[in-house]
């Protein structure tokens, strides 16, 4: 390819014309495959031409387009490994020329990019790199001396820095020389080179170990001092550079920093330049890079901040970005015109952001002792200063917004609320924006305590709010009320219900603005859902007035509004009940039809409120939304019989996710497909056996589906979809509707299936450990998926359905997978808290999805895959357990027995307990001949550092509490319990975990309170004189609110124990305990249906009389919801 032809075609890559810039990059690419040596030596041949020859935006593009050769594109592998020896010779003599000579500063930075990904590519480190490329770093060595140039100079230098990571060890081990340079660079006159010497040092920072940084100390001070100069001089474009290098180095070796002596400078000249005011800089990115890399200093060295020589720098860091958050629009008409459509504040400095997002990081970092003192007493500094205005009180209030969910201590909680209720009714319409947006924000961070301890206040004030004169505040103050009252009941509700309705619907009529109308919608709702069938006499003139938005919302910007309204009416028809509300259904549903018969286009957002509005109404219907589904499955089919198209699509947008880009389908098409099985699944349910008819066709779908790649929430609730056919095929075998030998055809076509696709993810040999023995986490969420579905599934089947044969291979084929999959030595033994039994509490998020909490952003590792294993385990025991004790118990204790050894890492120890546990719980006392490999490490393992070895060795302990031979474990577990309680009971009472790791030590706690009550019921005898005490350890430990799985049984156990009548937990002295855990988990998170059934009959199963002496002396609150208790139970 000669000089004029490879210009050509870098001049069309540039054209405007897209016709003529595709074939030029398609002859490009097509020469990178057929004939690179040519490609590489054309773009080397233009690099060559001055000028004069070539114009620089062409020798630009050259540059680049040889770079995206040398390293590759995400479509095409890199092809240097493919030139011919002279090829890369010449090449890498053109690079060091254009360095050096070349008179555009743009072609010579991407230049030295080549030569950095040339040199990253040729070796591994630096005495390797001297061999294959022996001219670089002499010649970089001599660019960046006094003698040459400053652009050369500053080039330079880059390179090296791009090379730290091969080269930066070696370099450094050369001795005084390396420091010397380093130092001579960062005393340069040059602010251009003392800014790229400064980079240079700082991204050896980031990269190099501690040990390998020792020499680079002695430089840090003049570091500093480069930082401290391009602040005050007029280098901004410099100095931005420097700041983002410098945050990349602060995160990850702040103690290096803290180390080399130079932090209280550091810290002070950035604080100097956060500080220096919206007009200091043109450019505002240098403020919040400064802003940036503070902050991760601080963080990173949370511990030394905490302590009292540290607290300065928190609280101006507090005082800093509460100063920036007062930033704001002061046009109150511009800011109520900009967001009461969208309700978001645009038109504010990005600097407000910054504020509230650098306060929500200081509240996840830094303890409530620590930061809460500080944070308030800015708070009243600010407040009193003699120009204290709107937007000192706004910004106080936002910060309060920010910390309040990660309080766990209720008086800081208090603390905040007050201020922000003092601020509801404020002057300025800004301020009460802010104060019910906090409120609404505080209301689902601290939900129910808020609504348990300020409803009474709070109610009166949000009816004021909702008539605000200013849209805005008047939309958030109906936020504000939808998120208190989501956790409120019909009495708190009813001296408010009129008025707050009547406002409602007045708002809804008016429609002034679209995010106002849907908000008043969830309002409606809300009210709806909280007072049950008081709200009964609302219901006909609230449907008309709701099927009257449906039929008026036909432009395409009321779509959201049109949804929202179709949710609300599913919501309130699921309050009244089938009989009331069975004729709207049907014409509401006759409205819905043909939108989803159509299908929806990417962009509607009525697509996911139509779902879940038709699913809504088919579980308040149940089997009378039958003559729907025969029209809702072609549209569910149409949806997943989608295939991908192709690795990439031309419209996907440039933030689709990698997954999206590999599996070839956009996120909306995926996201249909998860709202097509989510609603599959609830008419399964709804319809119950009924479904039986449509069931062969949707297997039929479903099948083929399943050997589709998918995104992981996709896998998941396709999963799920056969569990929930599962368990219809099983109750219509129990009704007499179905023979088993089509459940049996069912499970077995799915296992194939399952089974078959975790072998193959398995034994796939792209899924090779990584040298610290880790396999991707790729493999690891499919196969933990897939295992978590196949244990659902048989879960679900039932007994019966495996045959003997089945449940051998089945088992056979889990043990060697996990006999296969071994977690390195350091692995985290926590697969993630909610991919395992005895997981959180699920907390809701503000629009009451479930909150994407810190643990499920863990990585899927092989821990999660081989926890979902055991679950496996764990369903074929209980399907199959004749068949499991005769062909796998054995094996599977022998593992149990191997795993739980002390000297055996802790994941493999947690696997263990995690193991032992089961099989206890389900097998019971076929599991006792071998409890002399596990019984005595489990009570050891309930004081272990780990939290989940603590955990599920005090579940082994409690699942074997009812065996009779447990007894002579009684005092030495008893003994354990009572340690782990007084060391921990009352911080576990008293606060609020929200942290991961405070999560874990909290479902620990848990589980040994539950384990406790399980001793106590089954071995009181063996208790003898300790019972009263046992019991009551017990009682005063509960409610558990953190361990799903032990506070559902816990709380059944109680109730049924007070049934029966037992004699310690019914005595008059107790019940004013026992009535106290019942209200507090009364209609809550902590509770279910039929549970609040059962604590209603026990209530009212005591005499009138002991009821009421026992309420005496509880909180007002609390009595209200015994009231309730009785009042559910006689209705």
């Known amino acids: 390819m000669d000089l004029t032809a490879i210009c050509e075609a870098l001049k069309a890559t540039q054209e405007t014309d897209g016709e003529a810039r595709r074939k030029a990059e398609e002859m490009l690419d097509a020469a990178s495959t057929s004939s690179p040596n040519q490609l590489v030596l054309a773009l080397a041949g233009v690099l060559a031409q001055n000028v004069t020859q070539v114009a620089d935006p062409l020798r630009q593009e050259a540059a680049v387009i040889l770079r995206q050769l040398v390293n590759g594109l995400p479509t095409r592998e890199s092809v240097w490994e493919e030139l011919e020896a002279q090829t890369k010779t010449e090449v890498m003599a053109q690079l060091l020329k254009s360095i ?46 006094v003698g040459c140039d400053v652009a050369t100079r500053v080039i330079a230098l880059g390179i090296l820095k791009d090379l730290i990571p091969t080269v930066g060890e070696g370099l450094l081990a050369q001795g005084p020389a390396a420091i010397t340079m380093l130092a001579s660079q960062l005393a340069d006159q040059a602010p251009e080179v003392r800014a790229a010497g400064c980079q240079l040092v700082l991204g050896m920072v980031e990269m190099l170990g501690p040990e390998d940084l020792e020499p680079v100390k002695q430089v840090m001070p003049a570091v500093v001092a480069t930082i401290q100069g391009l602040a005050s001089g007029f280098h ?98 511009a800011w109520t015109k900009e967001g009461q459509d969208k309700d978001d504040d645009d038109c504010d400095q990005e600097v407000v952001g910054y504020g509230e997002e650098n306060l929500d990081k200081l509240a996840e970092t830094f303890e409530e002792e620590v930061l809460m003192p500080l944070l308030f007493r800015v708070i009243r500094r600010t407040m009193s200063m003699p120009d204290c205005n709107w937007k000192h009180a706004r910004s106080c209030i936002m910060a309060l917004a920010q910390v309040i969910e990660y309080l766990e201590e209720e008086a800081w909680v208090s603390q905040c609320v007050e201020f922000i209720i003092q601020h509801l009714g404020h002057a300025h319409p800004r301020v009460r924006y802010s104060a019910f947006w906090a409120l609404g924000q505080a209301c689902y961070d601290q939900s129910p ?143 819905i039809m043909p939108l989803v018969s159509n299908g929806f286009a990417a962009d509607d957002p009525r697509r996911e409120a139509f779902y879940e509005a038709a699913g809504k109404i088919a579980e308040t219907l149940g089997k009378d939304f039958k003559p729907f589904v025969q029209t809702l499955l072609p549209s569910i089919f149409r949806v997943l019989e989608q295939r991908p198209t192709g690795k990439g699509t031309d419209d996907d947008s440039d933030g689709e996710d990698a997954m999206v880009r590999e599996l070839g389908l956009k996120t909306s098409v995926l996201e249909e497909m998860e709202s097509a099985l989510e609603l599959t699944n609830t008419l399964i349910q709804a319809l119950e056996d009924d479904f039986c008819e449509f069931m062969p066709l949707m297997c039929q779908h479903l099948l083929p589906f399943m050997t589709m790649a998918m995104s992981e929430d996709l896998r998941e609730i396709c999963y799920s979809t056969w569990e929930c056919l599962a368990a219809c095929a099983r109750s219509a075998v129990e009704n007499g509707r179905m023979d088993i030998s089509i459940l049996r055809e069912l499970v077995t076509e799915f296992l194939k299936k399952s089974i078959g696709a975790m072998v193959s993810t398995a034994n796939d040999p792209k ?51 996990m006999d296969a999959l071994r977690c390195p030595e350091k692995a985290d033994p926590e697969p993630g808290l909610r991919r395992r039994r005895g997981g959180p509490v699920i907390e809701e998020d503000s629009d009451g999805d479930e909150k994407e909490e810190e643990e499920d952003v863990m990585p ?45 890492s802790e994941a493999d120890r947690s696997l263990g307990f995690y193991l032992a546990d089961d099989v206890v719980a389900c097998l019971g006392e076929k599991t006792k001949p071998f409890w002399n490999g596990f019984m005595n490490e489990a009570l050891l393992g309930m004081l272990d550092k780990s939290p989940i070895i603590r955990q599920f060795s005090a579940s082994t ?111 008059p002295e107790q019940l004013p305990r026992v009535l106290t855990v019942f209200a507090e988990i009364f209609r809550s998170k902590f509770s279910h249906g039929e549970l609040d059934k059962k604590i209603a009959a026990a209530v009212c199963s005591l005499p009138e009389e002991v009821l009421q002496a026992s309420c005496g002396s509880m909180p007002e609150k609390l009595q209200k919801k015994v009231e309730q208790m009785v009042k559910s139970n006689r209705a």
């Open 100 to 145: 050096g000579g070349e008179d555009s500063k743009a072609v010579r930075r991407n230049v030295g990019q080549v030569a950095a990904a040339i040199a990253t590519i040729a070796a591994d480190d630096f005495d390797e790199l001297n061999k294959s490329w022996p001219e670089l770093l002499p010649t970089l060595s001599q660019f960046v001396g």
């Open 236 to 333: 901004e474009e410099l100095l931005k550079e420097t700041l983002e290098v410098l945050i990349s180095a602060a995160e990850e070796e702040a103690e290096f920093v803290k180390n080399s002596q130079c932090l209280k400078g550091l810290t002070e000249t950035l604080l100097q330049i956060c500080g220096a005011g919206a007009a200091a800089f043109a450019d505002e990115d240098i403020r919040t890079s400064a802003m940036e890399a503070v902050m991760a200093l601080a963080v990173g060295l949370s511990e030394d901040v905490a302590e009292p020589q540290g607290l300065p720098l928190l609280e101006h860091l507090v005082s800093l970005n509460l100063q920036w958050m007062m930033e704001v629009e002061e046009d109150v008409d």
């Open 449 to 591: 305590d808020i609504q348990e301890n300020f409803h009474e206040t709070l109610l009166p004030k949000l009816v004021v709010g909702i008539d605000d004169p200013n849209i805005r505040v008047a939309t958030a103050a109906v936020s504000a009320f939808c998120a208190l009252g989501e956790e409120l009941d019909s009495d708190a509700l009813e001296p408010q219900m009129d008025d707050l309705l009547q406002r409602l619907f007045n708002l809804l009529h008016r429609g002034e603005s679209m995010a106002l109308r849907e908000h008043c919608l969830s309002g409606i709702a809300v009210i709806a859902e909280a007072s049950e069938d008081n709200f009964t006499p609302y219901y006909s003139h609230v449907m008309p007035m709701l099927k009257e938005v449906i039929t008026k919302c036909t432009k395409e910007e009321e779509r959201s509004l049109h949804g929202k309204a179709f949710e609300c009416i599913s919501l309130i028809g699921a309050v009244v009940g089938k009989e009331i509300f069975l004729n709207d259904a049907c014409e509401v549903m006759t409205a």
């Open 767 to 817: 899924n090779k450990p990584d040298k610290d023995g880790d396999l991707p986490e790729g493999m690891c969420t499919t196969l933990q998926a897939q295992a978590a579905g196949v244990a659902k599934v048989v879960k679900k089947a039932g007994m019966g359905v495996l045959s003997k044969d089945a449940v051998k291979d089945l088992a056979g084929v889990i043990v060697q997978m």
């Open 860 to 904: 899927v590792t092989t821990q999660s895959v081989r926890f979902a294993l055991v679950d496996v385990i764990g369903a074929l025991m209980r399907s199959n357990p004749e068949e499991f004790v005769e062909l796998a118990l054995c094996p599977m204790m022998d593992l149990v027995k191997m795993l739980v050894r002390p000297e055996r």
């Open 957 to 1067: 302990i409690g699942s074997g509490a009812s065996q009779a031979v447990f007894a002579q474990v009684v005092p030495a577990a008893c003994n354990t319990i009572h340690q782990v309680l007084q060391k921990h009971g009352e911080r576990h009472r008293r606060r609020r975990a929200v942290k991961a790791d405070a999560k874990q030590n909290a479902l620990a706690i848990d589980t040994c309170i539950q384990t406790l009550g399980q001793i106590c019921q089954h071995q009181e005898a063996q208790m003898g004189n300790d019972a009263g005490t046992a019991w009551a350890m017990w009682l005063s430990n509960l409610p558990l609110k953190y361990n799903a799985d032990a506070g559902k049984a816990t709380h059944d156990q109680l109730v049924d124990l007070v049934m029966r009548n037992h004699p310690y937990l019914t005595k």
